[in-house]
């Protein structure tokens, strides 16, 4: 609690620092007679002491809330900036911890993938809702700015530097295109070092890249040249916003079922695979003829050979005896449950019992499938072919690609003292929220004033100091993450990354542009929308199609970012789009 209350100390002293207070020159012509001065003089030039409005300033300002300090000077603005900045990094650090407490107790889900994307991007839409509701149309006009600055700032930050970051510290090295867990022992090489991820990582880089949508839409009528459409350009483009953050939120819920079917069919392909690799070797090489069909009379001597009782059928034991007998070393499974769809694959009598008849053509029926899935080639000098080989491997690495079953799983193990961490959860989510309320406007308003005592534009001070505020803890949270050195945090890291750009591109928006509608204001963001757009569909489209990053992919992240900056700059003040 030290830097909670070391930070009050900093704000009671600036309170009473801060108040606008005028002074007299103590001054005068020096004389021999006059040893006291009453304070008045009429000097015109005073010959020292002439302060700069770095450190004080005669116009006025308006306190937030009517008793927060406030102040014009560059130092005194630049201060407020940082201690607000630091509460709405307390509040984003509140919600983290508050929402991973709800997630031990409830599970994902509702909460993982309702609440949690939610709360996380709470901040940045608070900081963008106060920027627009401030004062007159006017006003928000000119604040609204600080809103579309950190909206851009935070989708490029997280894409760029946090990116190339958990890239460096999460790097392992790189054997047969996949990086092994928890191994480096080549440093920085740039194409034998990186990271993978699963194939939900690649999904949701690609609902990223599609939720850049309403910023397409928005943008539009700028394009065409158009001022009459600009207003239901708008309106078109909040409703897609909200219709996919909906659906995000939606598929969010349900992704950790479709997860575990995912994988619950991955695995089934996998003894399938197995079980024919175990026959080809059982038979010699024989189990296809010469034209690469099923060998059928081989497939029946097979089937006598697994028949240990002799009795003319497979009963799901002596099933269950052949699978435990592959020794299925590299995947994990429940052998019961693989017999029972073993069984629902073979059994069309339903007697619970394979006979030899269903046997055959339940191998057939899979080596026709291997066929389709590992092509039908002959392997060199063996005159066999070695397409079920093939299939087997791609069953292993479609199961590498959708991750373990620890991501999917949603039981929740046994949490003591449930009802206090709920407690304990509840009550972080609260002061969170309540600090990101409070502080989100003067906030602002330290940003804006700042920008006017610097002449800089309080959009770039938006687009590189808040998104430092906001997003520290998770950037923070994911560079540690990623440090682990494992496939399957790599991919929560990037996945989290990628979920909280969505939630920006979605769900921010949402609340930008039903301020600019409600209130009447002007959309005149080109600069900043197609930095947004740039970012999000390379980053997005670069992750969606592959799954491991050598170390090289950094620089792409970390160039994107100083590419960004000077891109705005140019067009708004060289081009003047803005």
Same mark, same amino acid.
């Given at each position: 609690?030290? +830097?909670?209350?070391?930070?009050?100390?900093?704000?009671?002293?600036?309170?009473?620092?801060?108040?606008?207070?005028?002074?007299?020159?103590?001054?005068?012509?020096?004389?021999?007679?006059?040893?006291?001065?009453?304070?008045?003089?009429?000097?015109?030039?005073?010959?020292?002491?002439?302060?700069?409005?770095?450190? @004080?300033?005669?116009? @006025?300002? =308006?306190?937030?809330?009517? &008793?927060?300090?406030?102040?014009?000077?560059?130092?005194?603005?630049?201060?407020?900036?940082?201690?607000?900045?630091?509460?709405?990094?307390?509040?984003?650090?509140?919600?983290?911890?508050?929402?991973?407490?709800?997630?031990?107790?409830?599970?994902?889900?509702?909460?993982?993938?309702? &609440?949690?994307?939610?709360?996380?991007?709470?901040? *940045?839409?608070?900081?963008?809702?106060?920027?627009?509701?401030?004062?007159?149309?006017?006003?928000?006009?000119?604040?609204?700015?600080?809103?579309?600055?950190?909206?851009?700032?935070?989708?490029?930050?997280?894409?760029?530097?946090?990116?190339?970051?958990?890239?460096?510290?999460?790097?392992?090295?790189?054997?047969? @295109?996949?990086?092994?867990?928890?191994?480096?022992? !080549?440093?920085?090489?740039?194409?034998?070092?990186?990271?993978?991820? *699963?194939?939900?990582?690649?999904?949701?880089?690609?609902?990223?890249?599609?939720?850049?949508?309403?910023?397409?839409?928005?943008?539009?009528?700028?394009?065409?040249?158009?001022?009459?459409?600009?207003?239901?350009?708008?309106?078109?483009?909040?409703?897609?916003?909200?219709?996919?953050?909906?659906?995000?939120?939606?598929?969010?819920?349900?992704? +950790?079922?479709?997860?575990?079917?995912?994988?619950?069919?991955?695995?089934?392909?996998?003894?399938?695979?197995?079980?024919?690799?175990?026959?080809?070797?059982?038979?010699?090489? !024989?189990? $296809?003829? =010469?034209?690469?069909?099923?060998?059928?009379?081989? #497939?029946?001597?097979?089937?006598?050979?697994?028949?240990?009782?002799? *009795?003319?059928?497979?009963?799901?034991?002596?099933?269950?005896?052949?699978?435990?007998?592959?020794?299925? =070393?590299?995947?994990?499974?429940? !052998?019961?449950?693989?017999?029972?769809?073993?069984?629902?694959?073979?059994?069309?009598?339903?007697?619970?019992?394979?006979?030899?008849?269903?046997?055959?053509?339940?191998?057939?029926?899979?080596?026709?499938?291997? !066929?389709?899935?590992?092509?039908?080639?002959?392997? +060199?000098?063996?005159?066999?072919?070695?397409?079920? *080989?093939?299939?087997?491997?791609?069953?292993?690495?479609?199961?590498?690609?959708?991750?373990?079953?620890?991501?999917?799983? =949603?039981? %929740?193990?046994?949490?003591?003292?449930?009802?206090?961490? @709920?407690?304990?959860?509840?009550?972080?989510?609260?002061?969170?929220?309540?600090?990101?309320?409070?502080?989100?406007?003067?906030?602002?308003?330290?940003?804006?004033?700042?920008?006017?005592?610097?002449?800089?534009?309080?959009?770039?001070?938006?687009?590189?100091?808040?998104?430092?505020?906001?997003?520290?803890?998770?950037?923070?949270?994911?560079? #540690?993450?990623?440090?682990?050195?494992?496939?399957?945090?790599?991919?929560?890291?990037?996945?989290?990354?990628?979920?909280?750009?969505?939630?920006?591109?979605?769900?921010?928006?949402?609340?930008?542009?039903?301020?600019?509608?409600?209130?009447?204001?002007?959309?005149?963001?080109?600069?900043?929308?197609? %930095?947004? $757009? #740039?970012?999000?569909?390379?980053?997005?489209? &670069?992750?969606?199609?592959?799954?491991?990053? +050598?170390?090289?992919?950094?620089?792409?992240?970390?160039?994107?970012?100083?590419?960004?900056?000077?891109?705005?700059?140019?067009?708004?003040?060289?081009?003047?789009?803005?």
């Amino acid at each position: 609690m030290a +830097p909670q209350r070391l930070l009050l100390l900093f704000i009671f002293l600036f309170y009473f620092s801060s108040f606008p207070s005028t002074a007299r020159f103590i001054t005068g012509p020096s004389s021999p007679t006059d040893l006291v001065s009453d304070g008045i003089s009429t000097v015109k030039n005073p010959p020292f002491l002439s302060l700069k409005p770095l450190f @004080s300033a005669e116009e @006025s300002c =308006e306190q937030t809330y009517g &008793f927060l300090p406030c102040t014009t000077t560059v130092l005194g603005n630049l201060f407020l900036i940082i201690v607000y900045g630091y509460l709405m990094f307390l509040a984003a650090t509140y919600l983290s911890n508050g929402s991973e407490l709800l997630l031990e107790i409830l599970g994902p889900g509702i909460v993982g993938g309702l &609440f949690l994307p939610i709360l996380g991007a709470l901040p *940045d839409a608070m900081l963008i809702l106060v920027s627009g509701l401030s004062g007159t149309a006017e006003t928000a006009q000119d604040q609204v700015s600080v809103g579309m600055g950190l909206l851009a700032g935070s989708t490029v930050m997280l894409l760029t530097v946090i990116w190339g970051s958990c890239v460096v510290v999460g790097r392992c090295d790189i054997r047969d @295109s996949v990086a092994v867990d928890g191994t480096i022992t !080549k440093g920085f090489h740039l194409t034998e070092t990186g990271v993978s991820t *699963d194939i939900w990582t690649c999904y949701a880089a690609s609902i990223m890249a599609i939720s850049v949508i309403p910023f397409v839409i928005v943008q539009l009528p700028q394009v065409l040249n158009s001022t009459s459409g600009r207003h239901l350009a708008v309106l078109i483009a909040l409703i897609i916003s909200v219709s996919m953050l909906v659906s995000y939120c939606v598929y969010q819920v349900f992704q +950790p079922w479709i997860q575990r079917r995912r994988l619950a069919f991955a695995k089934h392909k996998h003894v399938i695979s197995g079980i024919l690799r175990h026959l080809k070797k059982q038979a010699f090489g !024989k189990l $296809l003829t =010469e034209d690469g069909e099923p060998n059928t009379e081989i #497939i029946r001597k097979l089937f006598e050979t697994i028949d240990e009782n002799r *009795d003319g059928h497979l009963s799901p034991s002596e099933l269950k005896a052949l699978i435990i007998g592959i020794r299925f =070393e590299e995947i994990d499974f429940d !052998k019961d449950d693989a017999v029972m769809k073993v069984m629902a694959d073979f059994d069309t009598s339903l007697d619970s019992y394979i006979q030899e008849e269903e046997f055959v053509k339940g191998i057939t029926k899979w080596i026709n499938e291997a !066929k389709q899935t590992g092509g039908a080639y002959l392997e +060199p000098n063996a005159g066999t072919f070695k397409f079920i *080989d093939q299939f087997h491997q791609q069953t292993k690495r479609e199961h590498a690609l959708l991750g373990s079953e620890e991501q999917s799983d =949603e039981v %929740v193990e046994h949490v003591e003292n449930p009802r206090w961490i @709920s407690f304990k959860a509840v009550l972080m989510l609260l002061v969170g929220t309540l600090i990101a309320a409070a502080f989100a406007d003067p906030l602002v308003d330290a940003v804006d004033n700042f920008s006017t005592a610097t002449s800089i534009p309080s959009f770039f001070i938006s687009f590189i100091a808040l998104p430092l505020a906001t997003n520290s803890s998770e950037a923070v949270s994911a560079i #540690i993450f990623a440090t682990r050195k494992k496939q399957r945090t790599a991919s929560l890291t990037f996945s989290e990354l990628y979920g909280a750009v969505t939630m920006n591109n979605v769900l921010c928006l949402s609340v930008f542009l039903a301020l600019v509608y409600v209130r009447g204001l002007t959309w005149d963001f080109s600069s900043e929308v197609l %930095v947004i $757009l #740039i970012v999000c569909i390379v980053m997005g489209a &670069f992750a969606s199609f592959r799954t491991t990053f +050598p170390l090289w992919t950094c620089s792409i992240a970390y160039i994107l970012y100083p590419f960004s900056l000077a891109l705005v700059y140019v067009l708004d003040y060289v081009f003047g789009w803005s």
